[in-house]
Protein backbone atom coordinates (compact mmCIF):
# COMPACT_ATOMS: atom_id res chain seq x y z
CA UNK A 1 0.00 0.00 0.00
CA UNK A 2 1.08 3.42 -0.93
CA UNK A 3 0.84 5.82 2.68
CA UNK A 4 -0.59 9.19 2.50
CA UNK A 5 2.44 10.89 2.83
CA UNK A 6 4.34 8.97 -0.47
CA UNK A 7 0.32 9.58 -2.36
CA UNK A 8 1.32 13.41 -2.10
CA UNK A 9 5.02 13.17 -2.58
CA UNK A 10 3.59 11.73 -5.96
CA UNK A 11 1.54 14.16 -6.75
CA UNK A 12 3.75 16.83 -5.63
CA UNK A 13 6.47 15.87 -8.25
CA UNK A 14 3.73 15.35 -11.33
CA UNK A 15 2.25 19.37 -10.63
CA UNK A 16 5.79 20.73 -9.93
CA UNK A 17 7.07 24.31 -11.08
CA UNK A 18 3.26 24.96 -13.27
CA UNK A 19 2.31 28.28 -12.92
CA UNK A 20 -1.49 27.90 -13.04
CA UNK A 21 -3.53 25.98 -10.17
CA UNK A 22 -7.25 24.71 -9.49
CA UNK A 23 -7.91 22.61 -6.10
CA UNK A 24 -8.61 19.63 -6.54
CA UNK A 25 -10.66 17.40 -4.35
CA UNK A 26 -9.59 13.65 -3.69
CA UNK A 27 -12.39 11.42 -1.45
CA UNK A 28 -11.82 9.11 0.71
CA UNK A 29 -14.36 6.91 3.18
CA UNK A 30 -13.27 9.19 5.95
CA UNK A 31 -11.66 12.82 4.91
CA UNK A 32 -11.68 14.87 1.66
CA UNK A 33 -7.94 16.30 1.24
CA UNK A 34 -7.15 19.50 -0.72
CA UNK A 35 -4.74 19.19 -3.38
CA UNK A 36 -3.12 21.95 -6.07
CA UNK A 37 -2.62 20.55 -9.61
CA UNK A 38 -1.67 22.20 -12.35
CA UNK A 39 -4.17 22.87 -15.08
CA UNK A 40 -1.45 22.16 -17.75
CA UNK A 41 -0.68 18.65 -15.76
CA UNK A 42 -4.09 17.55 -15.61
CA UNK A 43 -3.87 14.52 -18.08
CA UNK A 44 -0.76 13.54 -16.31
CA UNK A 45 -2.45 13.61 -13.16
CA UNK A 46 -5.90 12.47 -13.65
CA UNK A 47 -4.90 8.84 -14.31
CA UNK A 48 -2.16 9.11 -11.06
CA UNK A 49 -5.34 10.09 -8.57
CA UNK A 50 -7.59 7.64 -10.44
CA UNK A 51 -4.32 5.24 -9.41
CA UNK A 52 -4.31 5.62 -6.23
CA UNK A 53 -7.83 6.65 -5.37
CA UNK A 54 -10.18 4.64 -7.96
CA UNK A 55 -12.34 7.91 -8.19
CA UNK A 56 -11.84 8.58 -11.61
CA UNK A 57 -15.38 9.54 -12.50
CA UNK A 58 -15.76 11.43 -9.45
CA UNK A 59 -12.51 13.77 -10.07
CA UNK A 60 -13.35 13.86 -13.92
CA UNK A 61 -16.38 15.65 -12.86
CA UNK A 62 -14.52 18.20 -10.16
CA UNK A 63 -12.16 19.02 -12.43
CA UNK A 64 -14.68 19.74 -15.27
CA UNK A 65 -16.35 21.74 -12.75
CA UNK A 66 -13.59 23.91 -11.09
CA UNK A 67 -11.74 23.90 -14.75
CA UNK A 68 -15.17 25.62 -16.15
CA UNK A 69 -15.19 28.31 -12.81
CA UNK A 70 -11.78 29.47 -13.56
CA UNK A 71 -11.59 29.81 -17.16
CA UNK A 72 -15.21 32.35 -16.35
CA UNK A 73 -13.99 34.55 -14.13
CA UNK A 74 -10.89 34.93 -15.04
CA UNK A 75 -11.08 35.98 -18.93
CA UNK A 76 -9.12 39.30 -19.23
CA UNK A 77 -8.84 40.95 -21.84
CA UNK A 78 -5.49 42.74 -22.75
CA UNK A 79 -5.93 46.21 -24.43
CA UNK A 80 -4.41 47.80 -26.88
CA UNK A 81 -1.21 50.29 -26.35
CA UNK A 82 1.73 51.72 -27.88
CA UNK A 83 4.70 50.24 -29.08
CA UNK A 84 7.26 50.06 -25.75
CA UNK A 85 4.54 51.68 -23.66
CA UNK A 86 6.43 53.09 -20.39
CA UNK A 87 5.77 52.34 -16.75
CA UNK A 88 2.20 53.35 -15.79
CA UNK A 89 1.95 56.35 -13.35
CA UNK A 90 -1.85 56.03 -12.62
CA UNK A 91 -4.79 54.62 -13.51
CA UNK A 92 -8.67 55.55 -12.91
CA UNK A 93 -12.12 54.06 -14.16
CA UNK A 94 -15.15 55.95 -14.74
CA UNK A 95 -17.95 53.73 -15.65
CA UNK A 96 -16.86 51.89 -19.01
CA UNK A 97 -13.86 54.80 -19.76
CA UNK A 98 -10.42 53.68 -18.43
CA UNK A 99 -7.32 56.53 -18.28
CA UNK A 100 -4.10 55.64 -17.75
CA UNK A 101 -0.93 57.87 -17.48
CA UNK A 102 2.75 56.96 -18.12
CA UNK A 103 6.37 58.21 -17.40
CA UNK A 104 6.84 58.47 -21.36
CA UNK A 105 4.55 61.36 -21.24
CA UNK A 106 1.58 59.66 -22.50
CA UNK A 107 -2.18 60.00 -21.28
CA UNK A 108 -4.53 57.09 -22.80
CA UNK A 109 -8.51 56.39 -23.00
CA UNK A 110 -9.58 53.26 -23.64
CA UNK A 111 -13.48 52.54 -24.13
CA UNK A 112 -14.50 49.10 -22.37
CA UNK A 113 -17.68 47.80 -23.41
CA UNK A 114 -18.44 44.56 -23.62
CA UNK A 115 -17.09 43.57 -27.50
CA UNK A 116 -16.29 46.60 -27.69
CA UNK A 117 -12.83 47.48 -26.00
CA UNK A 118 -10.68 50.02 -28.15
CA UNK A 119 -7.99 53.18 -27.83
CA UNK A 120 -10.15 56.01 -27.88
CA UNK A 121 -7.40 58.88 -27.41
CA UNK A 122 -3.69 59.07 -26.90
CA UNK A 123 -2.50 62.71 -25.73
CA UNK A 124 0.91 63.40 -25.41
CA UNK A 125 1.90 65.93 -22.10
CA UNK A 126 4.91 68.70 -21.91
CA UNK A 127 6.14 67.01 -18.42
CA UNK A 128 5.57 63.54 -17.24
CA UNK A 129 2.12 62.50 -15.52
CA UNK A 130 2.02 61.10 -12.13
CA UNK A 131 -1.64 61.31 -11.03
CA UNK A 132 -5.42 61.68 -12.66
CA UNK A 133 -8.58 62.16 -11.55
CA UNK A 134 -11.68 61.52 -13.61
CA UNK A 135 -15.33 63.04 -12.28
CA UNK A 136 -18.58 63.16 -14.03
CA UNK A 137 -17.77 65.80 -16.09
CA UNK A 138 -13.75 66.64 -16.12
CA UNK A 139 -10.81 64.76 -16.27
CA UNK A 140 -7.81 66.25 -14.53
CA UNK A 141 -3.65 65.57 -14.61
CA UNK A 142 -1.66 65.80 -12.24
CA UNK A 143 2.43 66.56 -13.27
CA UNK A 144 5.76 65.87 -12.26
CA UNK A 145 6.46 69.73 -12.55
CA UNK A 146 3.74 70.34 -10.00
CA UNK A 147 0.99 71.27 -12.49
CA UNK A 148 -2.20 70.50 -12.28
CA UNK A 149 -3.87 70.81 -16.19
CA UNK A 150 -7.81 69.98 -17.42
CA UNK A 151 -7.89 66.95 -20.09
CA UNK A 152 -10.24 67.40 -23.03
CA UNK A 153 -10.29 64.23 -25.00
CA UNK A 154 -12.99 65.56 -27.16
CA UNK A 155 -9.77 67.67 -28.76
CA UNK A 156 -7.26 65.67 -27.97
CA UNK A 157 -5.06 68.45 -26.01
CA UNK A 158 -4.49 69.68 -22.18
CA UNK A 159 -5.43 72.70 -21.69
CA UNK A 160 -2.72 75.16 -20.38
CA UNK A 161 -4.36 76.73 -17.46
CA UNK A 162 -2.17 75.67 -14.15
CA UNK A 163 -4.83 75.50 -11.60
CA UNK A 164 -1.77 74.51 -9.17
CA UNK A 165 -0.44 76.86 -7.16
CA UNK A 166 2.87 74.67 -6.62
CA UNK A 167 6.12 76.19 -8.13
CA UNK A 168 7.80 74.22 -10.58
CA UNK A 169 9.80 71.89 -8.91
CA UNK A 170 10.30 68.27 -9.13
CA UNK A 171 9.49 67.87 -5.50
CA UNK A 172 6.17 69.32 -5.80
CA UNK A 173 5.41 67.09 -8.32
CA UNK A 174 1.53 66.24 -7.68
CA UNK A 175 1.27 62.61 -6.86
CA UNK A 176 -2.00 62.68 -5.73
CA UNK A 177 -5.53 63.83 -6.75
CA UNK A 178 -8.81 63.22 -4.77
CA UNK A 179 -11.92 64.86 -5.51
CA UNK A 180 -14.70 65.51 -2.76
CA UNK A 181 -17.97 63.82 -2.99
CA UNK A 182 -20.48 66.51 -2.11
CA UNK A 183 -17.98 69.02 -3.72
CA UNK A 184 -18.08 68.47 -7.42
CA UNK A 185 -16.01 71.40 -8.10
CA UNK A 186 -13.14 71.18 -5.30
CA UNK A 187 -10.08 68.31 -5.57
CA UNK A 188 -7.52 67.72 -3.28
CA UNK A 189 -3.59 67.38 -4.15
CA UNK A 190 -0.29 66.63 -2.67
CA UNK A 191 2.82 66.86 -3.90
CA UNK A 192 5.84 64.79 -3.02
CA UNK A 193 7.42 67.65 -0.51
CA UNK A 194 4.64 67.05 1.77
CA UNK A 195 2.49 69.93 0.55
CA UNK A 196 -1.51 69.55 0.14
CA UNK A 197 -3.70 72.13 -1.71
CA UNK A 198 -7.68 72.05 -2.40
CA UNK A 199 -8.35 73.18 -6.06
CA UNK A 200 -11.62 75.15 -6.87
CA UNK A 201 -12.09 73.71 -10.51
CA UNK A 202 -14.67 76.42 -11.54
CA UNK A 203 -12.87 79.29 -10.70
CA UNK A 204 -9.47 78.08 -11.76
CA UNK A 205 -7.78 78.41 -8.65
CA UNK A 206 -6.29 77.29 -5.58
CA UNK A 207 -6.08 77.34 -1.89
CA UNK A 208 -2.61 76.07 -0.60
CA UNK A 209 -2.65 74.08 2.88
CA UNK A 210 0.45 73.78 5.24
CA UNK A 211 -0.31 71.44 7.81
CA UNK A 212 3.41 70.94 8.53
CA UNK A 213 2.87 67.49 8.05
CA UNK A 214 7.26 67.48 8.59
CA UNK A 215 6.57 63.64 5.89
CA UNK A 216 6.57 62.96 2.74
CA UNK A 217 2.99 62.19 1.20
CA UNK A 218 3.36 58.54 -0.23
CA UNK A 219 -0.88 58.60 -0.95
CA UNK A 220 -3.84 59.75 0.27
CA UNK A 221 -7.78 58.99 -0.14
CA UNK A 222 -10.93 60.48 0.74
CA UNK A 223 -14.73 59.50 1.72
CA UNK A 224 -17.45 61.61 2.55
CA UNK A 225 -16.28 63.16 5.43
CA UNK A 226 -12.77 62.57 5.77
CA UNK A 227 -9.42 63.05 4.11
CA UNK A 228 -6.56 60.09 4.52
CA UNK A 229 -2.91 60.73 4.74
CA UNK A 230 -0.29 57.90 4.08
CA UNK A 231 3.07 59.20 4.99
CA UNK A 232 6.65 58.79 5.14
CA UNK A 233 7.43 56.91 8.45
CA UNK A 234 4.68 54.41 8.02
CA UNK A 235 2.46 57.83 9.91
CA UNK A 236 -1.17 58.14 8.96
CA UNK A 237 -3.42 61.47 9.65
CA UNK A 238 -7.04 62.07 9.10
CA UNK A 239 -8.65 65.20 8.67
CA UNK A 240 -11.94 66.09 8.72
CA UNK A 241 -12.53 67.61 4.93
CA UNK A 242 -13.79 70.77 6.18
CA UNK A 243 -10.93 71.55 7.61
CA UNK A 244 -7.47 70.06 6.66
CA UNK A 245 -5.36 72.49 8.29
CA UNK A 246 -5.36 70.43 11.49
CA UNK A 247 -5.58 66.78 11.91
CA UNK A 248 -8.22 65.15 13.95
CA UNK A 249 -6.09 62.01 14.67
CA UNK A 250 -2.14 61.31 13.84
CA UNK A 251 -1.48 57.60 14.06
CA UNK A 252 1.54 55.27 13.66
CA UNK A 253 0.72 52.04 11.92
CA UNK A 254 3.81 49.57 13.89
CA UNK A 255 4.41 48.42 10.55
CA UNK A 256 8.15 48.41 9.76
CA UNK A 257 8.16 49.32 6.05
CA UNK A 258 7.05 51.75 3.67
CA UNK A 259 3.19 52.63 2.79
CA UNK A 260 3.03 51.61 -1.05
CA UNK A 261 -0.97 52.53 -1.32
CA UNK A 262 -4.17 53.12 0.79
CA UNK A 263 -7.83 53.34 0.05
CA UNK A 264 -10.73 54.29 2.38
CA UNK A 265 -13.80 51.48 2.53
CA UNK A 266 -16.87 51.95 0.76
CA UNK A 267 -19.28 51.57 4.12
CA UNK A 268 -17.18 54.85 5.40
CA UNK A 269 -15.57 53.11 8.26
CA UNK A 270 -12.03 52.70 7.94
CA UNK A 271 -9.03 52.66 5.12
CA UNK A 272 -6.77 49.57 4.28
CA UNK A 273 -3.14 50.41 4.06
CA UNK A 274 -0.69 48.39 1.80
CA UNK A 275 3.03 48.08 2.42
CA UNK A 276 6.04 47.24 0.39
CA UNK A 277 6.82 44.21 2.88
CA UNK A 278 3.65 42.22 1.63
CA UNK A 279 1.11 43.61 4.26
CA UNK A 280 -2.32 45.03 4.57
CA UNK A 281 -3.50 46.23 7.20
CA UNK A 282 -7.07 47.07 8.06
CA UNK A 283 -7.72 50.07 9.88
CA UNK A 284 -10.88 51.90 11.86
CA UNK A 285 -11.48 55.43 12.31
CA UNK A 286 -13.12 54.21 16.02
CA UNK A 287 -9.88 54.82 17.77
CA UNK A 288 -11.44 53.45 20.98
CA UNK A 289 -8.83 50.90 22.68
CA UNK A 290 -11.45 48.13 22.60
CA UNK A 291 -12.76 48.56 19.27
CA UNK A 292 -9.36 48.58 17.85
CA UNK A 293 -8.80 45.11 19.73
CA UNK A 294 -11.22 43.59 18.24
CA UNK A 295 -11.90 44.87 14.60
CA UNK A 296 -7.99 46.29 13.62
CA UNK A 297 -5.89 43.28 12.13
CA UNK A 298 -3.18 42.80 8.77
CA UNK A 299 -2.51 39.97 6.71
CA UNK A 300 0.45 39.15 5.14
CA UNK A 301 0.26 38.34 0.82
CA UNK A 302 2.09 38.28 -2.33
CA UNK A 303 4.67 36.02 -1.16
CA UNK A 304 6.04 33.04 -2.51
CA UNK A 305 8.10 30.37 -1.52
CA UNK A 306 11.80 29.49 -3.45
CA UNK A 307 12.05 26.17 -3.54
CA UNK A 308 16.30 26.06 -3.79
CA UNK A 309 17.19 28.28 -0.50
CA UNK A 310 14.01 27.02 1.11
CA UNK A 311 12.90 30.82 2.16
CA UNK A 312 10.27 33.08 1.43
CA UNK A 313 9.74 35.88 -1.11
CA UNK A 314 8.02 38.82 0.05
CA UNK A 315 7.20 40.60 -2.90
CA UNK A 316 5.04 44.64 -2.32
CA UNK A 317 2.17 45.16 -2.71
CA UNK A 318 1.56 47.66 -4.93
CA UNK A 319 -1.98 49.00 -5.76
CA UNK A 320 -5.32 47.86 -3.72
CA UNK A 321 -8.78 48.25 -4.68
CA UNK A 322 -12.42 48.31 -2.79
CA UNK A 323 -15.34 46.60 -4.79
CA UNK A 324 -17.78 49.61 -4.27
CA UNK A 325 -20.73 47.51 -3.77
CA UNK A 326 -19.49 44.72 -2.13
CA UNK A 327 -16.62 46.10 0.35
CA UNK A 328 -14.51 42.82 -1.25
CA UNK A 329 -10.88 44.17 -1.62
CA UNK A 330 -8.32 43.41 -4.49
CA UNK A 331 -5.09 43.22 -3.93
CA UNK A 332 -1.48 43.27 -6.52
CA UNK A 333 1.97 42.85 -5.94
CA UNK A 334 5.34 43.02 -8.16
CA UNK A 335 4.80 38.91 -8.09
CA UNK A 336 2.43 39.42 -10.60
CA UNK A 337 -0.32 38.33 -8.23
CA UNK A 338 -3.82 39.54 -8.14
CA UNK A 339 -5.92 38.80 -5.03
CA UNK A 340 -9.43 39.18 -3.89
CA UNK A 341 -10.60 39.32 -0.23
CA UNK A 342 -13.65 38.77 1.77
CA UNK A 343 -11.69 41.27 4.52
CA UNK A 344 -15.46 40.60 6.67
CA UNK A 345 -14.21 37.00 7.26
CA UNK A 346 -10.69 38.05 7.33
CA UNK A 347 -9.74 35.21 3.78
CA UNK A 348 -8.82 34.79 0.33
CA UNK A 349 -11.68 34.52 -1.39
CA UNK A 350 -9.86 34.24 -5.16
CA UNK A 351 -6.46 33.94 -6.20
CA UNK A 352 -6.28 35.04 -10.31
CA UNK A 353 -3.91 33.44 -12.27
CA UNK A 354 -0.59 34.90 -12.47
CA UNK A 355 0.35 37.92 -14.50
CA UNK A 356 3.89 37.05 -15.99
CA UNK A 357 4.99 41.10 -14.75
CA UNK A 358 4.65 43.09 -11.99
CA UNK A 359 1.51 44.44 -11.18
CA UNK A 360 1.61 48.45 -11.06
CA UNK A 361 -1.77 50.30 -10.77
CA UNK A 362 -5.60 48.36 -10.83
CA UNK A 363 -8.60 49.72 -10.86
CA UNK A 364 -12.11 48.76 -9.83
CA UNK A 365 -15.92 49.87 -10.25
CA UNK A 366 -19.10 47.43 -10.43
CA UNK A 367 -18.73 46.05 -13.83
CA UNK A 368 -14.70 46.26 -14.35
CA UNK A 369 -11.61 45.17 -12.87
CA UNK A 370 -8.32 47.39 -14.51
CA UNK A 371 -4.78 45.74 -13.88
CA UNK A 372 -1.64 47.75 -15.52
CA UNK A 373 1.58 45.32 -15.79
CA UNK A 374 5.12 47.25 -15.80
CA UNK A 375 8.36 46.34 -15.83
CA UNK A 376 9.80 47.43 -12.21
CA UNK A 377 13.23 47.55 -12.30
CA UNK A 378 13.79 50.78 -11.05
CA UNK A 379 12.87 49.86 -7.67
CA UNK A 380 16.11 48.09 -7.91
CA UNK A 381 19.18 50.31 -8.02
CA UNK A 382 21.79 47.05 -9.22
CA UNK A 383 19.28 46.72 -11.99
CA UNK A 384 19.16 50.26 -12.71
CA UNK A 385 22.95 50.49 -12.77
CA UNK A 386 23.77 47.14 -14.91
CA UNK A 387 21.04 46.79 -17.58
CA UNK A 388 19.95 49.19 -20.10
CA UNK A 389 17.12 51.13 -19.80
CA UNK A 390 16.08 49.88 -22.89
CA UNK A 391 15.68 46.81 -22.03
CA UNK A 392 12.72 46.89 -19.81
CA UNK A 393 9.62 45.32 -20.91
CA UNK A 394 6.81 47.63 -22.40
CA UNK A 395 3.58 48.09 -19.85
CA UNK A 396 0.58 46.12 -20.26
CA UNK A 397 -3.24 46.82 -19.37
CA UNK A 398 -5.97 44.80 -18.95
CA UNK A 399 -9.75 44.45 -18.08
CA UNK A 400 -12.21 41.97 -16.22
CA UNK A 401 -15.71 42.29 -17.33
CA UNK A 402 -17.42 41.66 -13.75
CA UNK A 403 -21.19 39.72 -13.06
CA UNK A 404 -23.01 41.20 -10.20
CA UNK A 405 -21.35 38.40 -7.98
CA UNK A 406 -18.23 37.60 -8.71
CA UNK A 407 -17.50 39.75 -5.84
CA UNK A 408 -19.67 39.29 -3.75
CA UNK A 409 -19.01 37.47 0.17
CA UNK A 410 -20.12 33.61 0.59
CA UNK A 411 -22.85 33.97 3.13
CA UNK A 412 -22.09 32.72 6.51
CA UNK A 413 -23.42 29.57 7.31
Known amino acids: ?????????????????????????????????LYSLSIYSILDARSLIASIHGSHHQI?????????????????????????????????????????STWD???????????????????????????????SHNTYVGSV???????????????NDNLSSFDDDLSNGINNIRG????????????????????DTRYRKSVLVNPNLNHKIHTMDTNDTKLVLGLSGNVIQIYDIRNI?????????????????????????GFAVATIDGRVSMEYFDSSPQFQAL???????????????????????????FHPTHGTLFTSGSDGGLCLWDVEKRKRMKMFPRF?????????????????TSDDKFTRMSKILSEDSQSAKPSKVYILHLSSTDCMPKKRN
Open 356 to 372: SDPIMKIACNDSIVAVA
Open 245 to 269: NTPMETRELGLKFQISDLKCYPNQQ
Open 1 to 33: MISQVERKHQITRVVANKPLYIPIYLFNTRTIT
Open 145 to 159: NGAINEVDFENLKIY
Open 60 to 100: NRDLSEHTNNMSNSTAFVELPTPEGLDIVSDMKLNNENLLV
Open 295 to 321: NRFTFKCHRSHDRASGNDIVHCVNSIA
Open 105 to 135: NRVLLYSCRPQAHQLTAEISTKSTPLSLFTG
Open 180 to 199: INDQPNSLIASSFSGKLQMV
